[in-house]
């Protein structure tokens, strides 16, 4: 049980931590300690003259108007990536449009044909290969192209915060790097990280006729591993300084006790779980609404000022005062036999004030 609940929390605070480092503002000053560090992140802010502090919820919530920009906003302007769906459960696309996908500059999903046949060949307008690969040689170039299933989770600003110091102008190909038949390829299950450098020499060096060539369903990811071998581009090690995972390829389910299902071997060593981490399998709508809402919606207040504060409402004993004092009555050292005719004279005696209670209530029933 010690070791479940460690693993939970690790994996789980972890996350909850790479989001909300994300959501530091730029340029304001705050005294909180609970930072981590990307040392080619943190040169590449000072290259492009970005200074970065820290602030509280409790201020970004309660306090004044913080005249700065939030690091996550900056960097979905800074760092534009275009997602790829490869939907083949059409029932996922609502919730993916809903929580994550919401961080995509662009949306574009690849609807791969629903059948009932045989999951070994299928017609070429059926193969999750060929629709995969006709849509990356007609996409527009962007800095980033990121491929993932429609079971997954996607962090996107642990994924800009990881790419953000790369030159998308060279030839990147990151993921989860797996080995299968001697090819090296990153597998669809922990998401496919492009460049646009990769992609200007898929375009300009194979063509559609490429992608027709095979049509077996479920091994896109594996061919687009071999035609990038062909071109010269390898999948590169994308563990974070602590040798930690990135890219998970599993659910939590299979994270938190440890019985994940090795269908490839690892190309590098795979070991849960960074607290950048970038991606994991949801497997269904309603988990993906259920993450959105820890990372993105639930607010944890540790401490503050602003909005911490007592209840502002009078007391009671302010109450009977003010009554007094609208009406011009400005002795506090009042009786309650004097306060309570007072009463009677401007507002109504207990009986009356029943009386019309209820015959309100009798006209409210008959009509």
């Known amino acids: 049980m010690v070791h479940f609940y460690l693993r939970v929390s690790v994996f789980l ?15 304001v000053v705050n005294n909180n300690e609970n930072v981590s560090t990307n040392p080619s992140y943190d040169k590449w802010l000072l290259e492009n003259k970005i200074k970065r502090n820290n602030v509280i919820w409790d ?28 939907l083949k459960n059409y029932k996922n696309e609502e919730p993916i449009r809903n929580t994550w996908a919401k961080g995509c500059n662009e949306l574009k999903f690849i609807k791969i044909p629903q ?24 996409l527009s170039i962007t800095d980033w192209v990121f491929i993932v299933n429609d079971y997954s989770f996607v962090i996107m600003e642990n994924l800009r915060y990881y790419v953000a110091p790369l030159d998308p102008n060279d030839k990147h190909y990151l993921g989860h790097a797996v ?48 035609t990038m ?10 563990r974070d300084n602590t040798g930690l995972s990135r890219f998970l390829p599993f659910n939590l389910n299979s994270l938190l006790f440890n019985n994940e299902n090795h269908l490839y071997k ?10 950048n981490s ?8 309603d988990k993906m609404y259920l993450y959105y809402y ?25 109450i009977w005062k003010r009554f007094l004092r609208e009406r011009n009555i400005f002795n506090d050292n009042i009786s309650s036999e004097e306060y309570f005719r007072v009463w009677v004279k401007y507002i109504d005696n207990p009986s009356t004030f029943a009386a019309k209670l209820q015959e309100e209530l009798s006209n409210n029933i008959e009509l």
């Not at 071998?229 to 994308?238: E, H, K, R, V, Y």
């Not at 944890?300 to 000022?305: A, M």
Request: hydrophobic share 35%; proline share 4%; glycine share 6%.
């Open 59 to 86: 201020r970004l919530r309660y306090g004044e108007n913080v005249k700065s920009v939030i690091e996550s906003d900056f960097l979905f302007k800074k760092v534009p990536v275009t997602c790829l769906i490869i």
């Open 229 to 238: 071998a062909t071109l010269g581009i390898s999948p590169n090690d994308t």
């Open 278 to 285: 970038i991606t994991f399998q949801a497997l269904d709508g």
């Open 294 to 318: 820890l990372l993105y919606t639930m607010q944890v207040f540790h401490y503050g000022q602003y909005g911490n504060k007592p209840n502002s409402q009078d007391r009671d004993d302010e």
């Open 13 to 27: 605070l972890g996350v909850l931590i790479g989001i909300f480092l994300a959501k530091y503002p730029i340029n």
């Open 266 to 275: 690892n190309a590098f060593p795979f070991k849960c779980c960074s607290k």
């Open 115 to 138: 059948t009932r046949s045989a999951p070994f060949k299928s017609r070429q307008e059926r193969s999750s290969w060929m629709l995969l690969c006709n849509q990356l040689q007609d």
């Open 179 to 226: 080995e299968f038949w001697t090819t090296q390829f990153n597998s669809k299950n922990g998401g496919i990280l492009l460049s646009r450098g990769s992609i200007e020499v898929i375009k300009s060096r194979t063509t559609k006729a490429n992608c027709s060539s095979i049509s077996y369903l479920n091994r896109e990811d594996f061919y687009l591993g071999k």
